[in-house]
């Protein structure tokens, strides 16, 4: 059995994790206006690499890898299908393929692996997210107890008083990565190969680092990562193959939250300081908005039963469907994968897709049941991970972001193939170090594309015009719609204005962009489409739309009403505004 020292083309295992799993969520460097896309490009470019070199001791493909492989599959198809069927624009299309793709053939990678290579990639894949999880603590840290230190380019800011959020900054993202990493950390300690008197000093060490993953999940206030704590006690509860000290201190894990809260607690009300955790829970368990927009994401579903209202069209459609007593926040997701599912792609083809991806946490969990001593306990951490990431998409999406897709399908392709295959054939080799290759390249490319779209927003000394910069932007093959969203808010009301706004309508609709929207479809004479998208914007009551609407309030005598004073003589289905 190779060691993780050293792989056939020289590259350690433990260094392809590092960059796969542990750099892209410790990113903290961006550029406006996306926060996040460095580090999903580093993602697609660390599992590219991996998947290069990892490939050339896969050996043959089992079909017992096909549902996840299928589920992904089948999406990537949704997505290339949307310009066509529902006018989404390519790049929104392209860039959704890629991603989902790039998870099918890590999955595939993954899944073909010899079973004594699969031993050595699951050590490495936990030590990976392991110390993602560790550093993402000490950022914890800072952001809450000493916000000055954070610079913004090695430790983001939290924008959130009181709140870490990591350096992907998102307290939720922080917080499922948190969950991990305590998965990553039962799990090495678990295979860890120690005389007695040496796993007492693991069990400490896990001790130590079960609480510090804690309290920083505290410090994130995420009420998602909280229920997960309680999972985890849940899991030293009920596993049994788990050693004693293990199960111990998972079941402790409720413990170490309240005493961190109290600690905190204490520190905040000692110098004044916000808690955000205390602030989110006063809120209650649940989300008011996040239960709105499920309860309209059904409601969406019961009026498209058949085919969904389109890949990646949910926020468009709903943002363009009366809902009176919809959220005042904007969502381009439902908070909820199965509900997303079924919304975008109807009932026939979204329970496929929902069946398959079920099938393959089933098979993860038996794997984990068939195997016997460390491989069985490896193995239940490895269903653990994807089913503390499933449970977290039943309230967030973060499955719809790299540095999370693609290690979840990493791990279900390892989950796979422990036990001789019934119907197997011999992977292509080649094609796949040409797919790792592809998924490098292409993040490279992504990533100089991008810098397009940053010269509209963040222009760099002697730039060009505003209109020259769109101009080029608008070129883009993955972020177009983000420089026609510039076009839509900046250039004049009229027909140029409204092409660039229909088509940056399938990314994500805000007040400022319905304001425009209504202006473009004024300034072309369809007046009644524009004030029924003024309908749809009083129903988000935002101070911004309000004194737009203002001049409505004390009309004039002798003045004739704007036409965003009158009501649309009919409801338009969102399909008729796209």
């Known amino acids: 059995m190779k060691s993780l020292k050293e792989t056939e083309m020289g590259l350690s295992p433990f260094l392809l994790a590092l960059l796969a799993c542990a750099l892209p969520p410790l990113l903290a460097y961006n550029l406006t206006p996306s926060a996040t896309l460095f580090n999903q490009l580093m993602a697609v470019a660390g599992w590219g690499l991996l998947v290069s070199v990892a490939a050339t001791r896969a050996s043959r493909l089992d079909w017992r890898a096909s549902p996840a492989v299928g589920a992904l599959c089948l999406l990537a198809l949704a997505a290339l299908s949307s310009p066509v069927l529902h006018m989404q624009p390519q790049s929104l299309a392209l860039s959704s393929a890629a991603l989902l793709l790039a998870a099918a053939v890590t999955a595939t990678l993954a899944a073909a692996l010899p079973v004594v290579d699969k031993r050595m990639w699951l050590q490495a894949f936990m030590w990976g997210l392991l110390l993602a999880g560790l550093v993402s603590a000490l950022v914890s840290l800072v952001q809450v107890f000493m916000p000055d230190w954070a610079d913004g380019n090695w430790i983001a800011r939290s924008g959130i008083a009181g709140r870490a959020v990591g350096n992907m900054r998102q307290p939720n993202h922080l917080a499922s990565l948190l969950i991990w990493a305590c998965v990553a950390a039962v799990a090495l300690a678990e295979v860890c190969d120690r005389p007695r008197a040496a796993r007492v000093r693991v069990s400490l060490a896990l001790g130590a680092v079960l609480w510090l993953l804690v309290l920083a999940m505290l410090l994130s206030a995420?009420?998602?990562?909280?229920?997960?704590?309680?999972?985890?006690?849940?899991?030293?509860?009920?596993?049994?193959?788990?050693?004693?000290?293990?199960?111990?201190?998972?079941?402790?894990?409720?413990?170490?939250?309240?005493?961190?809260w109290w600690l905190v607690s204490d520190w905040a009300s000692a110098g004044q300081h916000a808690f955000g955790a205390e602030s989110r829970l006063a809120e209650g368990a649940g989300s008011p908005s996040r239960l709105a927009v499920m309860s309209n994401a059904w409601a969406l579903l019961k009026q498209h039963p058949l085919a969904g209202v389109g890949w990646g069209e949910f926020n468009l459609a709903w943002s363009m469907t009366p809902f009176p007593e919809r959220p005042v926040a904007f969502f381009d997701h439902c908070h909820n994968l199965p509900l997303q599912l079924l919304v975008e792609l109807g009932w026939p083809m979204g329970l496929l897709v929902l069946g398959l991806l079920t099938w393959s946490l089933g098979q993860a969990f038996f794997a984990s049941l068939r195997a016997d001593g460390p491989d069985a306990v490896m193995l239940r951490c490895v269903f653990m991970l994807v089913l503390m990431i499933g449970l977290h998409s039943l309230l967030e999406y973060p499955l719809w972001y790299a540095y999370f897709l693609l290690p979840t399908a990493f791990a279900l392709g390892l989950s796979q193939g422990w036990s001789a295959p019934v119907v197997s054939r011999r992977l292509p080799k080649a094609a796949m170090q040409l797919a790792g290759v592809l998924m490098l390249a292409g993040s490279a490319y992504a990533a100089r594309d991008y810098l397009s779209v940053v010269e509209v927003y963040a222009p760099s000394a002697h730039a060009p015009s505003l209109e020259q910069r769109i101009q080029k932007a608008q070129q883009s093959l993955f972020f177009s719609a983000q420089a026609d969203y510039a076009a839509a808010t900046s250039l004049p009301s009229g027909a140029e204005a409204l092409e660039a706004t229909r088509r940056t309508s399938h990314q994500l609709i805000d007040v400022r962009l319905m304001m425009a929207w209504a202006n473009s479809l004024h300034a072309v004479g369809d007046d009644d489409k524009a004030r029924y998208v003024v309908q749809r914007l009083k129903e988000f009551r935002s101070a911004q739309g309000a004194e737009w609407l203002a001049a409505c309030d004390k009309p004039s005598a002798a003045e004739v009403l704007p036409f965003q004073c009158e009501a649309p003589s009919q409801v338009y289905g969102f399909e008729a505004l796209r």
């Open 222 to 260: 995420s009420r998602t990562g909280m229920l997960a704590v309680l999972l985890l006690a849940a899991w030293g509860a009920f596993d049994r193959r788990l050693t004693g000290g293990t199960r111990v201190l998972l079941l402790s894990t409720p413990l170490m939250l309240a005493c961190s």
